[in-house]
């Protein structure tokens, strides 16, 4: 198994808070998560908006703020603008491009024409990873394992009524908050990573509209005005 299928982020690895017997909430935690999972990934149109915030190394606040609009089963388009990174990420019909707006240039790959199979395939090969990308994933419950994931009832998140679980993946902890109710969706999630004694927290909230009308346009990448194309080589 890849090392990124281990560790990606919410799929629920890992020991966190117990030994290795799982009671009736963790259980149900479990299938909070794959629940959530599939009905995303049944989703045949979706967009999302996300804000994802944490802290540089010296306590500086880093902000990134991440649009997503996905069409099964071969389109999907990522715009990430922020402190670090100014990107637009496009898959149509097996046509995978990246765009760094900061740098004006831009590189291209044919791919397999799933989201699932340019996902795995860009990875596996050039080391890619797309943001939040197990939100982009048919089968991501199908890739999620859990081991000893909590489940810790339900709170409110900006108005939204949310099951709270959270599992450690690797040497992070993950918190997710899943809305209740018939459209259950990942409404936000924190990952607290301990690096050398110290911990550093990465928060992200998320936006769903899964009633979106998209068009074939939405996924059409046109090159800006004096943008250079450049390879993009495989990862050693």
């Known amino acids: ?4 299928k281990k560790f990606i982020l919410l799929a629920g690895v890992g020991i966190f808070l117990g030994g ?16 959530a999972y599939q009905y995303i990934g049944n989703l045949d149109t979706y967009t999302f908006d ?36 100014n990107r637009t990420i496009y898959l149509n019909q ?11 240039y831009y590189g291209q790959l044919k791919t397999p024409k ?18 939040l990308e197990a939100l982009l994933y048919s089968d991501m419950y199908k890739r999620s ?7 810790f009832g339900i709170k409110n ?40 004694g110290q911990s550093y927290r990465k928060d992200t909230s998320i936006k769903w509209n899964t009633k979106v009308h998209l068009t074939n346009s939405d996924f059409v990448f046109k090159a800006p005005k004096g943008a250079a194309k450049i390879s993009i080589e495989p990862a050693d």
């Open 50 to 85: 996300a804000i994802v915030s944490s802290k540089d190394p010296k306590g500086k606040a880093v902000v990134q703020k991440v649009s997503v609009k996905v069409d099964r089963p071969d389109k999907f388009r990522a715009d990430t603008k922020g402190d670090v990174k």
């Open 114 to 131: 799933t989201i699932d199979g340019t996902l795995d395939f860009i990875f596996d090969k050039y080391g890619i990873k797309t943001p």
């Open 94 to 104: 097996g046509l995978f491009t990246m765009m760094d707006h900061k740098f004006n």
């Open 145 to 151: 394992h859990y081991k000893n994931i909590k489940y």
């Open 1 to 4: 198994m890849k090392h990124y």
């Open 20 to 35: 290795s017997n799982l009671m009736g909430a963790e259980k149900s935690a479990a299938a909070i998560m794959n629940k």
């Open 157 to 196: 998140v900006g108005g939204t009524e949310c099951d709270y679980i959270a599992f450690k993946a690797g040497d992070s902890t993950v918190h997710v908050w899943i809305s209740t109710g018939k459209e259950p969706l990942i409404q936000s999630f924190a990952v607290i990573e301990d690096v050398s």
